[in-house]
């Protein structure tokens, strides 16, 4: 048996925001001066060359939880532990956060502890929030509460209400840095650097945005005690003890949190005359994959036998939220959407394809948990675009039209990818949505009219698409009711 590697000693080498200076991935402070004690400094990825301390005016833009925390000239609080004392200490003030709820997540949670096992990098981590009516401070963290060292990372996400952006916080090196906010997620030189490598969007994230939560501690399936080594000082640790289920993750703090942002967005992007900005920021979220999120069956992979029916995820298929929840495409009977194959062909692909489980060390056959973990489409980008057909700026039939564009492939389309290409960076006028659609729709009549009647472009595809689609909502959808037809 190789060499057993503790909960302890285990590394997360992807969840430093990826900081780069040269090519090199910078993990700690860009020179070899220890950072001043209480000072935030400042290091946003495409912007800051290096990490510099903020100024009296950055520090007073920060008006999210932690921002005020670390102005209040009190000690910084570097461990996960003493984070959680902090706001403790707040109760009864107008900064008290009093609610708090701790989630588990790991890569191997559901896998039992074994001497053979022992060694499987699983990758604890928790998720603390704290709020009052809503959760407004997001903190994730290693399982090492009361470490202050690098390798117990410690990331934090604060909603600025006053300036309507969520903020990215890092402790390293004995010091706090500020990486950035929402709305630098969506520009050029920021886009997809530090922690917009995973908030791609600005907005908070949960990968596992659907029952069963494949990675986190849940109701269908819990990370429980016996994930642990029987000597581990994790079990009888209070943020373990207290743990709760996914669902509240799901339900009261990351949906909301992207509600909370998406609004946010399309106030910015509207002019008061009415004209649309950076209209191509929001349409890519229709056409492409900027993110995605991770939907598994229902069904526990070791318990399907031969004769077992394996209901798959329909998002695997088509793109259910937006056109069942947006454009209320769903069928009378529910049961009409299921998709069953017998267990005997699951059982033979996992054969077939050497399907197993592996931390690069260690080899577990079969399939994850939950038979069939697939990528689906990105609540972030669904609710989205389901936001812009309630504030008028996309009609049903133009997101009808765009989602059924090779709609068997919901995720990594790349013909639905071409038609980006079409979209405007700009609508003006009062009716922004009407004058971006017929724009689009100008560009791509005059791109199929310039190529052959035979050809099987995804432009033909989308005006075939356009010009056959009933705009008339169907009865009962809410969402149909509010939004422009």
């Known amino acids: ?62 008006d999210d939880p932690l921002g005020r925390l670390l102005r209040s000239g009190n000690p910084f609080p570097l461990t996960a532990r003493s984070l959680i004392a902090a706001f403790d200490v707040l109760g009864g003030t107008p900064d008290a956060l009093p609610r708090q709820l701790v989630f588990l997540v790991a890569d191997g949670g559901h896998i039992p502890w074994t001497p053979q096992t022992d060694r499987l990098q699983r990758a604890f981590r928790f998720v603390i929030v704290r709020g009052k009516a809503d959760f407004t401070l997001l903190v994730s963290s290693s399982t090492l509460p009361d470490s202050a060292a690098d390798d117990a990372f410690l990331q934090i996400i604060g909603w600025d209400d006053t300036h309507k952006v969520f903020h990215f916080y890092e402790r390293l090196a004995g010091a706090y840095f500020w990486a950035g906010m929402s709305s630098h997620a969506l520009q050029a030189a920021t886009r997809g650097k530090g922690p917009f490598d995973s908030h791609v969007n600005g907005a908070t994230v949960m990968k596992e945005l659907r029952s069963p939560w494949i990675h986190w501690h849940a109701p269908q399936a819990g990370i429980n005690e016996n994930a642990l080594a029987p000597d581990d000082p994790l079990r009888n640790d209070p943020l373990f003890i207290g743990r709760v289920t996914a669902e509240r993750m799901e339900t009261e703090v990351a949906r909301p949190g992207i509600r909370r942002w998406n609004a946010a967005r399309i106030a910015r992007a509207v002019d008061a005359d009415g004209s649309w900005n950076d209209v191509r920021h929001f349409l890519r979220q229709a056409v492409t994959d900027t993110t995605v999120n991770l939907a598994t069956s229902e069904t526990a992979s070791r318990l399907i036998g031969e004769q077992t029916p394996l209901k798959l995820p329909l998002s695997f298929f088509l793109n259910r939220d937006t056109l069942f929840t947006t454009l209320g495409l769903e069928p009378d009977d529910p049961a009409d959407a299921d998709i069953v194959i017998p267990g005997l062909v699951y059982r033979r692909c996992l054969a077939d394809y050497d399907v197993h489980l592996s931390d690069g060390l260690l080899r577990i056959e079969g399939d994850s948990h939950f038979a069939f973990l697939t990528p689906e489409p990105a609540f972030e980008d669904t609710q989205l675009i389901d936001a812009l057909v309630l504030a008028s700026l996309l009609t049903r039939r133009f997101v009808a039209a765009l989602t059924m564009t090779d709609f068997p492939n919901p995720v990594f389309s790349a013909r639905r990818a071409a038609l980006l290409r079409h979209v405007p960076t700009v609508a003006k006028g009062p009716n922004a949505g009407e004058a971006m659609e017929r724009e689009f729709l100008e560009e791509i009549r005059a791109t199929t009219g310039q190529q052959g009647n035979g050809a099987n472009s995804p432009e033909r595809e989308f005006l075939s698409n356009f010009e056959t689609v009933d705009s008339k909502p169907p009865p009962g959808s809410a969402s149909r009711g509010t939004s422009r037809c």
């Open 1 to 62: 048996m190789g060499l057993t590697i503790s909960r302890e000693q285990q590394r997360f080498p992807t969840r430093n925001y990826p900081y780069r200076k040269g090519g090199a991935c910078l993990a700690a402070p860009a020179d070899a001066v220890p950072p001043e004690a209480n000072v935030l400094y400042r290091r946003v990825g495409g912007i800051d060359t290096d990490p510099r301390p903020m100024d009296a005016e950055e520090l007073a833009k920060l």
